[in-house]
């Protein structure tokens, strides 16, 4: 069976510092990966996805960037975080075979203080 | 802007009572589908609907996609606390997914 893993789960820094959210997958292979960040209690903003190794498209211009360096890992990075990069972080996979299913990871909780 | 119109916003009933949850959109969508999300968790899929005027059933839970792919509802019978949580519509299209905003439920004991 197929297991989506994010880390960390909780995070908090500073104003300034750069960033680093790793999601890998397991169980599945050339998934097309997704980064999504969510308000609270609201619906969820796409900011990248990936359909393969070194392939990355920015649905949203910001303070972020996404890599893909391998093909079940999806990572998501900052050179200096601001207040409102703060937010519920998640990373979904979708199987090549399927109407658009995507799973979801636990999520990162990001707070800049 | 979004692109999915969900209501409602919140919803609040007694346990036992019925609800609707409803998905709108002038776009039309290869695929439409239902996420219920726990606070702190990532969502979790419950349905997806692919054909126009497609009706679903999930025990309590029943999703009907529009005939013409630009709406669907989600109708629980008889609610349980369990069923609290966020729901999400999501359209499909060209391998993306757009969110709704959302619809809180609460079903209080």
């Known amino acids: 069976s197929q297991t989506i893993h994010q880390w960390p789960a909780t995070l908090v820094q500073p104003v300034g510092s750069p960033l680093s959210l790793e999601c890998t997958v397991e169980g599945t292979s050339n998934p097309n990966l997704y980064w999504y960040r969510q308000a609270a209690g609201r619906g969820l903003q796409l900011l990248f996805y990936s359909v393969g190794i070194g392939q990355i498209s920015s649905e949203v211009p910001q303070n972020l960037s996404a890599s893909r360096p391998q093909d079940r890992q999806f990572i998501l990075s900052s050179k200096k975080l601001l207040l409102s990069d703060s937010g519920f972080y998640l990373c979904?996979?979708?199987?090549?075979?399927?109407?658009?299913?995507?799973?979801f990871g636990p999520g990162t909780r990001l707070t800049v203080l | 802007t979004q692109l999915l119109e969900q209501s409602p916003q919140f919803l609040s009933i007694q346990e036992g009572e019925n609800l609707t949850v409803y998905c709108n959109s002038s776009?039309?969508?290869?695929?439409l589908q239902w996420y219920r999300q726990e606070p702190g968790e990532g969502p979790v899929l419950l349905v997806t609907?692919?054909?126009?005027?497609e009706v679903k059933k999930l025990k309590r839970l029943t999703f009907q996609f529009g005939d013409a792919r630009k709406d669907s509802s989600l109708h629980i019978t008889a609610a349980q606390p369990g069923d609290t949580g966020l729901y999400l519509c999501?359209?499909?299209?060209?391998?993306?997914?757009?969110f709704g905003a959302g619809t809180t439920v609460t079903v209080r004991a």
């Open positions: 999501a359209g499909a299209r060209d391998y993306k997914l757009s």
């Open positions: 979904a996979w979708r199987s090549f075979h399927s109407y658009n299913e995507q799973f």
């Open positions: 776009s039309v969508f290869s695929s």
């Open positions: 609907v692919v054909t126009g005027g």
